[in-house]
């Protein structure tokens, strides 16, 4: 019902702006499209010329997903004529990036449908609150609690979620993954692992080399053929057969060994990959789980015994274990309780919280698909823009940053670390153009600001999280004022900038559209436009109406064996910047423990800054989205810092009272409330908020700006922090 009051904003962007003062003084002059399309293609140009296209970034994020108009827009296809660097999301990257070294299921698809939860007898939600941030996911567990289904939820926070599940187990921040391997560690010494699946549906058998840190294969033996499809070798994998004695193909060991040492007829030394599992699992303990989550001895054992006893076990997460530097080993050892209790590939098992499309068009290579296309430039995260602006290097290498376009993003109130972005980008940045519909953060900082259509005034073809179909949005009005589609947008800065080809003049939303079906998958299961255009939604999954597709049981897992994998053979970074991963590569194979970057209970900074910051989920804002609208700000009309009474106390501070949160990051000053759903030790400002709404600074200031090489990803929780009465 709010989103009447963003189409018809007071404060909505209207027209064409150019800024008129210094930037971010928030004085603009209105001008004409054709001015403004004029002056950024001459802009562009200039600045291609000089530096390069690469000096050009085009930066897009996740503020709206359809195909036509959110971050898959044909403005993709002119980052790619141009030659220009088109910026990677760095943020919720972390959970896949952990989950796909064991299910190989990439950055996204590791979830189930929401509703095979009802097929589960326990729900585990970890670190995520879907009755306010995923009410859609949310009403599955509640279905399925009425049913018998047992919910438990583990989280530093006693959130709308945790007072409705059966048991809430609080936990110290940044420790989730500690506590998942002291759990599979405890199976083990206790016996309670699922022999039966890890030997026949996961990699525990399969044998490791000493020498090269590879599975024993076919391919070491013998020429194998290469597959023409995926032009990879046809391989298969060595286990150890009691049997016979000696090493056999997976498929012919008639008694393949789960845990041993062995050295082959030739003399290569290997060992299973349970074996190293084991040995690397030996070390976490029960007791130090206990010392770093506060959650008891008794209650950790008890809970991995329910992981191994229950008849179906879903964990339900988010990004809550995603935000912190060691954020994909918390979910790669969740990944790993789930293999080794065989609670995946099953009815009412495995993952949800995240489900993603089977299937969505290939739009890389369909705005790739024109003469004029010279290459996409898309390794570079955007949490490393900051840097690269700031240096004008990239691993030391020049890499001039001149110019940049926003499109369903403001990275200036979503980065972490916000001061970094103002201090080194702002001064370095010639010109910046900002697509929206409000003037945002990264809007009031730039030089021209372009109005969008709202989501009802423009057609798109969507897929979306935890359905399993595609639908087409469909325009209700006209755009309203002088604002176009995205789509629209790039054609004419496109054609202004020389590329017709690639930019037909005549072209309208639907021969855009038709595009996105020229794609093989599209042509073998009949997806049109017309079809879409007809039936409203297409359901995209192979499995038949009503029954949730399951990973790794709906289709085979996408590993390379098909099976679960303990062992991580070819450990790769998300994105390849050229980043030096020559120390970490060796320890990247088995799953292991790092501490967070800050959050850690035993962090030496907790002294100076005791508190742990997240910034939970608002349920009146989606990121920054709705930050403007009335209704919404007459429910929730300020920033709060959330506190326990016990810190407030602490510092002399009352419920009400203004206070300045701060670490050497930055600050923020805004309103205190004191709640008792908040842990000691841990403060929360929900996240969304821009600049303007705080006394001063900003909650973003004191974000974590270091993100782990392999799954470059934020780290907005792994911050400390403290906070005081405001002028004391």
């Known amino acids: 019902m709010a989103y009447i009051e963003r189409i018809y904003s007071p404060t909505r962007v209207k027209a064409p702006l150019r800024r008129a003062g210094e930037r971010g003084a928030d004085q603009w002059e209105q001008i004409s499209w054709d001015e403004a399309i004029e002056e950024i293609a001459s802009k562009l140009k200039e600045i291609s010329d000089k530096y390069g296209p690469k000096a050009v970034f085009f930066?897009?994020?996740?503020?709206q997903y359809g195909f036509l108009n959110g971050i898959y827009n044909p403005l993709g296809r002119l980052s790619g004529v141009m030659g220009a660097t088109k910026l990677a999301v760095s943020y919720d990257y972390a959970a896949g990036h952990g989950i796909d070294r064991v299910l190989g299921t990439g950055d996204w698809a590791y979830s189930n449908e929401p509703n095979s939860v009802l097929d589960s007898s326990l729900v585990v939600i970890w670190g995520t609150n879907p009755?306010?941030?995923a009410p859609q996911n949310w009403r599955w567990m509640q279905w399925a609690h009425e049913n018998g289904t047992r919910i438990i939820d583990i989280d530093p926070i006693k959130s709308a979620t945790a007072h409705r599940a059966?048991?809430?187990?609080?936990?110290?921040?940044?420790?989730d993954g500690y506590l998942a391997l002291a759990m599979c560690n405890y199976l083990i010494e206790h016996d309670l692992i699922n022999t039966e699946y890890l030997i026949n549906q996961s990699t525990a058998c399969f044998l490791v080399r000493k020498d090269t840190q590879k599975h024993l294969r076919k391919s070491d033996y013998e020429e194998v053929?290469?597959?023409?499809?995926?032009?990879?070798p046809i391989d298969d994998f060595y286990v150890w057969d009691n049997a016979r004695g000696d090493i056999a193909l997976v498929g012919d060991a008639q008694d393949p060994v789960m845990e041993g040492s062995f050295t082959t007829s030739d003399g290569i030394e290997v060992d299973t990959a349970y074996l190293l599992l084991k040995n690397e699992l030996k070390q976490y303990s029960i007791s130090k789980a206990s010392e770093l989550t506060g959650v008891p001895e008794d209650r950790i054992a008890k809970l991995a015994e329910e992981f191994a006893t229950e008849r179906a076990v879903s964990v339900n997460i988010t990004y809550g274990l995603d935000h912190y530097v060691n954020g994909y080993q918390n979910t790669w050892a969740i990944a790993t309780l789930l293999a080794l209790t065989g609670q995946c590939c099953r009815d009412g098992a495995g993952f949800t919280g995240v489900f993603t499309a089977t299937y969505s068009p290939n739009t890389l290579a369909i705005w790739a698909g024109t003469p004029e296309f010279k290459e996409l430039n898309s390794q570079i995260p955007n949490g490393l823009a900051a840097e690269v602006f700031g240096s004008q290097k990239l691993e030391g290498k020049d890499y001039p940053a001149k110019a940049m376009i926003s499109y369903c993003s403001s990275l200036l109130s979503n980065q972490p670390s916000q001061k970094e972005w103002m201090e080194k980008v702002l001064p370095n940045i010639e010109f910046w153009v900002v697509l929206d519909t409000e003037l945002n953060d990264s809007a009031r900082y730039a030089d021209i600001v372009l109005p969008v259509a709202s989501w009802y005034e423009k057609e798109d073809v969507r897929v979306a999280y935890n359905n399993p179909y595609m639908t087409i949005s469909e325009k209700a009005i006209e755009p309203l004022y002088e604002s176009k589609p995205e789509?629209?947008?790039?054609?004419?800065?496109?054609?202004?900038?020389?590329?017709?080809?690639?930019?037909?003049?005549g072209w309208s939303a639907d021969d855009w559209m038709n595009l996105l079906f020229t794609d093989a998958v599209s042509e073998q299961r009949g997806f049109t436009l017309d079809r879409l255009k007809e039936e409203k939604v297409i359901r995209f999954t192979t499995t038949e109406e009503g029954k949730p597709h399951i990973r790794g049981m709906s289709a085979p897992l996408p590993t390379e064996s098909k099976r679960s994998q303990l062992y991580c053979e070819n450990p790769k970074p998300r994105l390849n910047w050229g980043q030096d991963l020559s120390e970490r590569e060796p320890h990247e194979h088995i799953v292991y423990y790092q501490p967070p970057?800050?959050?850690?209970?035993d962090h030496p900074l907790a002294e100076k800054y005791p508190l742990v910051y997240i910034q939970e989920h608002s349920r009146f804002r989606v990121h920054i989205q709705w930050w403007e609208t009335p209704l919404l700000r007459e429910l929730d009309p300020e920033p709060l810092a959330k506190v326990n009474g016990l810190d407030a106390e602490a510092r002399g501070v009352q419920n009400g009272d203004i206070v300045e949160v701060f670490n050497d990051r930055g600050h923020a000053v805004l309103k205190c409330l004191v709640d008792e759903s908040i842990a000691p030790g841990v403060i929360s400002i929900p996240k969304g908020w821009q600049r303007n709404q705080f006394i001063e600074g900003s909650y973003q200031e004191m974000t974590?700006?270091?993100?782990?090489?392999?799954p470059v990803a934020s780290s907005f929780y792994d911050s400390r922090v403290d906070f005081r009465k405001w002028g004391e």
């Open 166 to 175: 059966d048991e809430w187990i609080p936990v110290t921040p940044g420790h």
């Open 131 to 133: 009755v306010l941030c």
């Open 225 to 232: 053929p290469t597959d023409p499809a995926t032009k990879k």
């Open 597 to 601: 970057e800050e959050a850690g209970s």
């Open 59 to 63: 930066d897009a994020a996740s503020g």
């Open 704 to 710: 974590q700006p270091k993100i782990d090489p392999y």
């Open 487 to 505: 789509w629209e947008i790039a054609g004419l800065i496109g054609r202004a900038m020389g590329y017709s080809a690639s930019f037909p003049e």
